[in-house]
Nanobody, 122 residues
Framework: QVQLVESGGALVQAGGSLRLSCTGS????????MGWFRQAPGKDREFVAALGRIALYIKYGDSAKGRFTISRDNAKNPVYLQMNSLKPEDTAVYYC???????????????WGQGTQVTVSS
């Protein structure tokens, strides 16, 4: 029903920036809340950011506030995660996800991309 593909992950130095993209397809893609999550080795999946169908609904995880920005083009495809002032602890696989309603819990999201690796060196 909804298929998501992430891109933009790379190896960067601390303090650098990356922009991740999430490209979706499917009949109902534009109707979904879009979220970004990440998972580091040995860690639980962590909420990063979410953008609702309506621009009023925006939420960031504590680690992302002030550094990351989630956005969507006018056609609501693709969805971006702009990451600035990257730190080594940001190293993780980043996942794009889609949910029928706005939220920050991974269980709320029904569709997931395959992930893209972000590595931040010291």
């Amino acid at each position: 029903q909804v298929q998501l593909v992430e891109s933009g992950g790379a190896l960067v130095q601390a303090g650098g920036s990356l922009r991740l993209s999430c490209t979706g397809s499917g009949r109902t893609f534009s109707e979904y809340t879009m979220g970004w999550f990440r998972q580091a080795p040995g860690k639980d999946r962590e909420f990063v950011a979410a953008l609702g169908r309506i621009a009023l609904y925006i939420k960031y995880g504590d680690s992302a506030k002030g550094r990351f920005t989630i956005s969507r083009d006018n056609a609501k495809n693709p969805v971006y995660l702009q990451m600035n002032s990257l730190k080594p602890e940001d190293t993780a696989v980043y996942y794009c996800a889609a949910a029928p309603t706005f939220g920050v819990n991974a269980a709320r999201y029904d569709y997931w991309g395959q992930g893209t690796q972000v590595t931040v060196s010291s």
